[in-house]
């Protein structure tokens, strides 16, 4: 963050002013996100140099959150009726002087009257000379004793604790700061099942595409530390386990933000340094959160394609309710000779049994797979650009032709002959913090139920509540 | 394993029965024959089935119904059970082969007239959780491959319950009704696993509602399992099951 810092506002500013608009996500250029909250069903996330970004789904983002101050790298905690805010700035001098501050407001809507950043206080500094850089600050809510943390810091010497007041944002009168770590950028912190981790960004920030940016992480029993990784480092002496680093054509992923939707269903907010498809900016990125044997395991973002859809309790694959069309041939008999010549049977395809199928409404089962056409669904993103936290509406149709995948009145999923770009064809896709997906129309007609696609036997496939702790929610995609 | 090789290995049971047989004979003392031949004459139902009471009966722990009136097979010659796709297994369901087949909720002893087969209703009531249609068949020394069997029992529930589901698993396909309305169809050569298809949400009545199966089979083991789901996927016990 050191370069950005010199940098300043006023290029982040022009790169968020002139955004190439980018279909899927709209303006989505910001530097440092904070971690992204949700306010009156709307998304926000700010970044340096001041305002940041905003979106109605979670998918089209676009400039438009507000926030005061400048300075750099900020980031949100609500607690009770106030969202609190911090950021830093330089305070003036050497190059590594630097101040932390917190402010609230009621809503991170701009247009709200109850919109306003209150009691901005300092709460951590640096004087230029010690082994800290006093920026790039985030918070910890501790969610088993309500105490307050917010960790700071950069490559330049420590990264640092120190605790504030929930009721007000302010340090704790007393509290010293604590050194947790070293090497690290961007830092932030989160709970889990008895363990604290200290996320932390290396490599080097603000080259573009050339930007090595990789976040890391240590655990703790304590919030204080220490922090060690997978092999038993101490952060404080340069450890740390890899989360996300550059991969297909993004690279410089720093900034972790931890988002939790409901159990289950969690994301990850970061920026990519650069993204070679959108001019090589600096994008927001948001990826499903993974748990993997107690850490955190940044997910993949889903792929278009064409799929077997599996379902997680029993292994069967997603199918139209159709005859089983027999391939020709069988079984070859025993005792036949061996050296007769090998040759390639061909697969079944789609004109092979299309005019077996009926033309209107077909019901879908779970079935043995057999890589047969009634078996393979083909998933791409709506025509519209519209989505939810991390991805798009997709649309799931058989492949080679336009039956889609749809919920019914009934609480029931059937397929349709053609796509319509109805609303209960429209599904969203979340890779669950297992690794598994949740499938879960836009809409069920005639219902406000939030309903997923589940198992309710080991064949039969209908809507139902969520619930992560049974495998009748969750299914994979396997492309065969 | 395939029809074929399903075929295959019955073929090759045989033989090797046939085998033994042979060996003993020719070196076994004449009462171990008649020891093999005994436990022919005591082919029988039990230890799978008992008469059916009229003692109240509710599901077992897991909520599986167990007290159903079952017909005796009807002989529906198929060599495989790889044709029991869903066209064919309705086209077989929907065919008559008795008076009142979609309606009747028969009485113990009571006997129908399919074809060339004259066919008895037996109230039974079964010592697992499934009940063992091939085991029913085979014990009453009737035809067991290649056969539809019919199945109907009463479930008696105390209050409306909505939001219910049958869920079923049969060996092989089968098909079935809740108060005369197709409720679950399970098509393929299928094994019997619990709850393994289910039937979309329906309403169970106060009082009596009539649950109605048909399991066709070819070759091998022949068996089913019923019970019914509440809306959180939990068996369904408070109930009681009659044969009227």
Known sequence: MKKIKILGATAMLSVLLTGVAIAQVGKPFIHDPSTIMECDGKYYTFGTGGGGLMSEDGWVWNSGAVRPGGGVAPDVVKIGERYYVSYAKGAGGAQHASNVYVMWTKTLDPKSPDFGFKDETLVASSDGIEDCDAIDPAFLLDPTDGRLWCSYGTYFGFIRLVELDPKTGKRVVGNK???????????????????????????????????????????????????????????????????????????????????????????????????????????????????????????????????????????????????????????RGFGRNSNEPIKPVPSQELADVLKTWPTGNIDVRIGDYMFRPHQKWTITAAPDSIGYLGGPYYKIVIAGTDRALAATAEAEVITVPTFTDAPEQLWRIDQLTDGTYRIMPKVVPNSKEKLVLVSSGDSTPTLAKFDMNSDNSKWNFKAH | ??????????????????????????????????????????????????????????????????????????????????????????????????????????????????????????????????????????????????????????????????????????NSASMWWLNGKEAVILSGDRRMVMDDCLSPRLTLNKGKNIIRGAVINGPGMSDFCVRLLNEKGEPIKDLTITCE
């Open chain 1, 177 to 331: 700061a604590l050194n947790i770590a070293i090497d690290c950028e961007a830092t932030d912190l989160m709970y889990q099942d008895g363990w604290y981790y200290l996320l932390g960004t290396h490599g080097t920030c603000c080259d573009g595409a050339n930007s090595t940016y990789n976040i890391v992480v240590g655990r703790s029993k304590k919030v204080t530390g220490p922090y060690l990784d997978n092999m038993g480092r101490n952060m404080i002496e340069g450890g740390g386990k890899m989360v996300l680093a550059a991969g297909g054509r993004t690279a410089g992923a720093g900034h972790f933000g931890r988002t939790v939707l409901e159990n289950g269903v969690e994301k990850m907010s970061f920026h990519w340094e650069a993204d070679l498809n959108q001019s090589g900016r600096s994008v927001l990125g948001i990826r499903p959160l993974l748990w993997k044997n107690g850490w955190p395991v940044a997910g993949e973002n889903f792929k278009e394609g064409t799929y077997e859809i599996e379902s997680e309790r029993r292994g069967y694959a997603l199918e139209l309710v159709v005859d089983f069309t027999r391939m020709a041939g069988g079984m």
């Open chain 2, 1 to 170: 394993m395939n029809m074929k090789r399903k075929t295959l290995w019955l073929t090759l049971g045989f033989v090797i029965l046939v085998g033994l047989g042979l060996q003993g004979q020719s070196a076994t003392p004449k009462s171990k024959i008649d020891g093999i031949a005994k436990i022919d004459t005591t082919r029988s139902i039990a230890p799978y089935f008992t008469p059916a009471t009229t003692l109240k009966k509710m599901p077992d722990s897991k909520g599986f119904i167990q007290r159903w009136l079952l017909l005796e097979p009807i002989n529906k010659p198929n060599r495989g059970n790889t044709v029991f796709t869903d066209s064919y297994i309705r086209a077989a369901f929907a065919t008559e082969y008795f008076p009142n087949q979609f309606t009747v909720v028969p009485k113990d002893g009571e006997k129908v007239k399919v074809g060339e087969q004259e066919l008895m209703w037996h109230a039974l009531e079964s010592s697992k959780f499934n009940v063992k249609l091939f085991r029913f068949a085979y014990g009453m020394r009737k035809q067991y491959y290649g056969v539809i069997f019919w199945a109907v029992t009463v479930v008696n529930s105390p209050q409306e319950m909505k939001n219910v589901r049958i869920a079923v698993g049969s």
